[in-house]
């Protein structure tokens, strides 16, 4: 087999294997697999942890504890957030083995070789602004019962832009001209791509429910949320070029070599719906043992149905080798197309590859605790276990682990107008470490968060906050197999690193509201010690 098919096989079964498995190994790369986003209000912003919440964005956080509100009456909430994503990673392919007896050595990119110039980027990115990510609560409350409204952005990524590609691609490529290549005759000096991937998606999600007072200490409530799916997914690759010397053996022996021919055009659409079941407790042991007044428990079970969404593929070019290799039929949907190859049509052993995309989101279990440990300080709690395994994303389920959330943070109440708090919230997303990618990292992070509540006048509460969340950077190191014409191994280090922020203003508006005597004479929050303030001031 002659070098030139030789690389063109070789790239054709390389360029794209890590690609199209990011987020979790072997994932879709057509949507984030980061989960739910929890940040839906900003009264969660300054907090980072509502579990326990008894205002109206309990209709996400804790439906049961809806029924403990303060007022009876209809409650509007809406928040609009300010979110910052960004998101880099290197690549460090340093060394390579080819054939079973072959020994391992340095890639002639690297350092190690010392003729190569560059034009590789020092890192790969994606950096995002969105302006306004909002969220909607309507709450009608009367005595012992709740029934709700609420409308939250599931997860979003609108135009992330991997303006340099992701490093995959420079790997694929980098992999394929340097199997051939024999550093004792020739010298790699440059190597260049128009590469890009980029990504939009919106799920929206819808959830009407309701909580009932079963007794004075103990409430229960439900919802049933209907989610619309929809995303985009290209990816392009033009101009791939190879530049090398081979002076020692011929005169001017620098030497171009230009792949335009292996451009790639993908570009599929994805849309459906999902629906999810939510069943929430709210329990005040004070009701039962009185020692325990002031302490709050909840514990909320999320529920998800298969999700699967179809696509619609509106562009699909790629170099013949690598569709038939079926590493892109992830982009097909269903339908065939004659024009392929020349009039062939699809190769791969996928054929036409399938019109569903499964996305189903894990159950989750969430709890939290509060306490009231002055008049002026309310301790708060919260949890989250996540089973990421336990659903079908098409065997993608089994690069997860069990994904854990625990936080803690305490409002301090100045007085009948302000309300200042703080949060921390560490979460673990479960992925095993072999399965982490460039796409979506799914990196621990340290988030801390802090603001203020300002009530205006007992039917209007204005909320500010902001939070930051660092990512934990990771090293990981792969060796990477892949045979076409005979067994070669990569090795590679790649390190990951993301930020991400948030700036939040909400409000809270009531409207026939009056005293509520639902779980009266409990210790609730700011508006309880606000009525029992002035009881005070009118004895």
């Known amino acids: ?151 939250a952005v599931m997860q979003a990524a609108t135009n992330m832009i991997f303006g340099d590609g992701l490093a995959v691609l420079d790997w694929g490529n980098l992999l394929a001209f340097e199997t051939t290549f024999d550093p004792s005759t020739q010298a790699f000096i440059t190597f260049s791509s128009d590469p890009e991937a980029v990504r939009n998606e919106m799920y929206i999600g819808i959830t009407l429910g309701g909580a009932y007072e079963i ?41 171009l070599k230009n792949d335009a021919a292996d451009e790639w055009d993908l570009d599929t659409d994805y849309e459906g719906f999902g629906f999810g079941i939510i069943l929430s407790t709210h329990i005040r042991p004070e009701g039962l043992v009185p020692v325990l007044k002031g302490l709050d428990a909840t514990l909320r079970f999320e529920y998800y149905l298969p999700m699967e969404l179809e696509k619609k593929n509106n562009s699909f070019k790629a170099p013949v080798a690598i569709e038939q290799s079926g590493n892109v039929d ?109 796409a979506d990292m799914l990196l621990d992070s340290h988030q801390l968060g802090a603001g203020a509540k300002f009530s205006v006048d007992e039917n209007l509460d204005i909320n500010i906050g902001a939070f930051y969340q660092y990512f934990v950077p990771v090293t990981v190191g792969y060796v990477k197999y892949v045979h076409v014409t005979e067994p070669t191994w990569s090795y590679l280090k790649k390190d990951y690193e993301e930020a991400r922020y948030s700036v939040s203003i909400g409000a809270t508006y009531r409207m026939f509201s009056s005293d509520s005597s639902s779980g009266s004479g409990f210790v609730d929050d700011k508006d309880d010690v606000k009525s029992k303030k002035k009881d005070k001031q009118v004895k």
């Open 330 to 438: 992830i982009f097909k949907d269903g339908t065939a197309d004659p024009s392929f190859n020349g009039g062939g049509g699809y190769a791969s052993p996928g054929g036409n590859g399938t019109k569903i995309l499964k996305t189903t989101y894990a159950p989750t279990l969430n709890l939290g605790l509060s306490y009231m440990l002055f008049d002026w300080i309310k301790l708060l709690s919260s949890g989250q276990i996540s089973f990421r395994q336990m659903r079908d994303l098409d065997g993608r389920e089994d690069d997860y682990n069990v994904g854990f959330q625990v936080g803690a943070g305490v409002e301090f109440i100045l007085n009948q107008k302000i309300t200042l708090s703080t949060g921390y919230l560490y979460n673990n997303f479960g992925i095993k470490p072999e399965a982490r990618t460039e």
């Open 215 to 255: 007794m004075n200490w103990l409430s229960a409530g439900g919802g049933l949320r209907i989610i619309h799916a929809s995303g985009n997914m290209q990816v392009k690759i033009n101009d791939v070029q190879y530049l090398r010397d081979t002076t020692p053996l011929v005169a001017d022996g620098l030497e």
């Open 1 to 151: 087999m002659s070098n030139k098919i030789k690389s063109k096989c070789l790239k054709a079964g390389i360029a794209m294997l890590v690609l199209l498995q990011a987020a979790a190994g072997y994932s879709t790369e057509l949507n984030q697999e980061d989960g739910i986003m929890t940040n839906h209000s900003t009264e969660y912003v300054r907090t980072l942890n509502r579990n326990t919440s008894t205002d109206p964005d309990a209709a996400f956080y804790n439906p049961a504890g809806l029924v403990f509100m303060a007022k009876d009456g209809l409650h509007i909430n809406f928040s609009s957030q300010t979110y910052h994503v960004k998101k880099t990673h290197t690549l460090d392919f340093y060394a390579l083995k080819i054939g079973e007896t072959g020994s391992i050595n340095p890639t002639p990119h690297s350092d190690a070789i010392g003729t190569f110039e560059g034009t590789l980027p020092d890192e790969y990115g994606a950096e995002l602004t969105a302006p306004v990510l909002p969220g909607f609560d309507i709450v009608w409350k009367q005595d012992k019962w709740a029934v709700f409204f609420d409308l």
